[in-house]
Nanobody, 122 residues
Framework: QVQLVESGGGLVQAGGSLRLSCAASGPTFSMYFMAWFRQGPGKEREFVARISWGAESTYYGDSVKGRFTISKDRAKNTVFLQMHSLKPEDTAIYYC???????????????WGQGTQVTVSS
């Protein structure tokens, strides 16, 4: 079974930065795309970014373009989300996900982490 464990969340002031990590374990052949989603209070789960495990192609949601960067360390089976210029509206639980298809919908991802809370104060 694929397991994903997020870390790096916390409380930060608006304009600040955070880096989230997602450590993956288990069979890596099934993890073709890795993605970050987030879910704010009372909101639906929202696509943030995704990266291809091999080709390093990336794709971002409109609300984070230019502020967030997704990257990976293949040797460590870890995916990162570097977040800059954080805004209060970025406050959410951030989830790491893995799946075989390039997609922005949660239903297309087979494996999920437990989530890490990011809170941005104004």
């Amino acid at each position: 079974q694929v397991q994903l464990v997020e870390s790096g969340g916390g409380l930060v002031q608006a304009g600040g930065s955070l880096r989230l990590s997602c450590a993956a374990s288990g069979p890596t052949f099934s993890m073709y795309f890795m993605a970050w989603f987030r879910q704010g209070p009372g909101k639906e789960r929202e696509f943030v970014a995704r990266i291809s495990w091999g080709a390093e192609s990336t794709y971002y949601g409109d609300s984070v373009k230019g502020r967030f960067t997704i990257s990976k360390d293949r040797a460590k089976n870890t995916v990162f989300l570097q977040m800059h210029s954080l805004k209060p509206e970025d406050t959410a639980i951030y989830y790491c996900a893995a799946g075989q298809y390039s997609a922005i919908y949660p239903a297309n991802y087979n494996y999920w982490g437990q989530g890490t809370q990011v809170t941005v104060s104004s």
